[in-house]
């Protein structure tokens, strides 16, 4: 299991730009799939983005965000990120990194079985 510490939200004007990070501290980091979340107040947990572990770069996208978002990692400093351009309104949320199970890709809560705290992104019209 790691344990995940993700950051960097804020306040933004619409058509900004901000930059999530999630630094990851444990055991095989690098060979496991990454994916980020966001939750709205009253909403459901949803999808955004992921990035596969050590099989490759594979990459993936909600409709929503595609883009816009762009999601990469670093393994050598055990972090992920999510570069988020053009932000609407709409993207206003809690964000929450997460560590998949295995090397492939999902975009299924379960197959996620650690998870940051979260990180509040605001954007302004």
């Known amino acids: 299991q790691v344990q995940l510490l993700d950051s960097g939200g804020g306040l933004v004007q619409a058509g900004g730009s901000l930059r999530l990070s999630c630094a990851a501290s444990?055991?095989?980091?690098?060979?496991?799939?990454m994916g980020w979340f966001r939750q709205a107040p009253g909403k459901e947990r949803e999808f955004v983005a992921a990035?596969?572990?050590?099989?490759?770069?594979?990459?993936y996208y909600a409709d929503s965000v595609k883009g816009r978002f762009t999601i990469s990692r670093d393994n050598a400093k055990n972090t992920v990120y999510l570069q988020m351009n053009s932000l609407k309104p709409e993207d206003t949320a809690v964000y929450y990194c997460a560590a998949d199970r295995s090397v492939g890709l999902s975009t299924r809560i379960g197959a996620y079985d650690s998870w940051g705290q979260g990180t509040q992104v605001t954007v302004s019209s």
């Open positions: 444990g055991r095989t980091f690098s060979s496991r799939a």
């Open positions: 990035i596969s572990g050590s099989a490759g770069s594979i990459s």
